[in-house]
T-cell receptor, first 115, second 114 residues
């Protein structure tokens, strides 16, 4: 079946603009995760959803970042008033359910460049 | 707080040689440990994981890892490296209790010489 898909694959934006990144999980997966991969910083866990709810939003880097998931499927990560330090690859993953025992399957990522 | 350290940013090995990638973690309880591989232009793929039991775990693509509690380590090994193993490797630790978190190391880039 289809894997995790993310769109767009690349996004170039100007500083101060808002961007929306989309993640389409594997069908039937109730858990969805967002990560940020920055040069020299490795992979940073941002937020996860079980169904439509995000139990812990403390991993989001600032209040300019928000994420939502509706219908238990597609999720959107929104970054408002983008800054150059937001430039990174944003990865999404999904699993059957949230938790360590369920393998996460990763999408190809969205490369965000803020000029 | 949890942390994961991968001391080697880059490692170069010759094709056919053995490989060991180091991973050290800091965690109070028994950790859940993972190794992922990220090949150029591809997403992250799970190689293997450790939850409990036998401290030597086998994964895909001929990789194995050994959990050593006394050394807080979870090193990844392969007896004979293939050119297709060139990629970036990430160690990760997770906890599950009140919430859920997943901490990755900064990765080790493996280069394979012919």
């Amino acid at each position: 079946g289809a894997g995790v898909s993310q769109s767009p694959s690349n996004k170039v934006t100007e500083k101060g603009k808002d961007v929306e990144l989309r993640c389409d999980p594997i069908s039937g997966h109730t858990a969805l995760y967002w990560y940020r991969q920055s040069l020299g910083q490795g992979l940073e866990f941002l937020i996860y959803f079980q169904g439509n709810s995000a139990p812990d939003k403390s991993g989001l880097p600032s209040d300019r970042f928000s994420a939502e998931r509706t219908g238990g499927s597609v999720s959107t990560l929104t970054i408002q008033r983008t800054q150059q330090e937001d430039s990174a690859v944003y990865l999404c993953a999904s699993s059957l359910a949230a938790g360590v025992y369920n393998e996460q399957f990763f999408g190809p990522g969205t490369r965000l460049t803020v000029l | 707080a949890q942390s994961v350290t991968q001391p080697d940013i880059h490692i170069t090995v010759s094709e056919g040689a053995s490989l060991e990638l180091r991973c050290n973690y800091s965690y109070g309880a028994t950790p859940y440990l993972f190794w992922y591989v990220q090949s150029p232009g591809q997403g992250l793929q799970l190689l293997l994981k450790y939850f409990s039991g036998d401290t030597l775990v086998q994964g895909i693509k001929g990789f194995e890892a050994e959990f050593k509690r006394s050394q807080s380590s979870f090193n990844l090994r392969k007896p004979s490296v293939h050119w297709s193993d060139a990629a970036e490797y990430f160690c990760a630790v997770s906890e599950q209790g009140q919430g859920f978190s997943f901490i990755f190391g900064k990765g080790t880039r493996l280069l394979v010489k012919p």
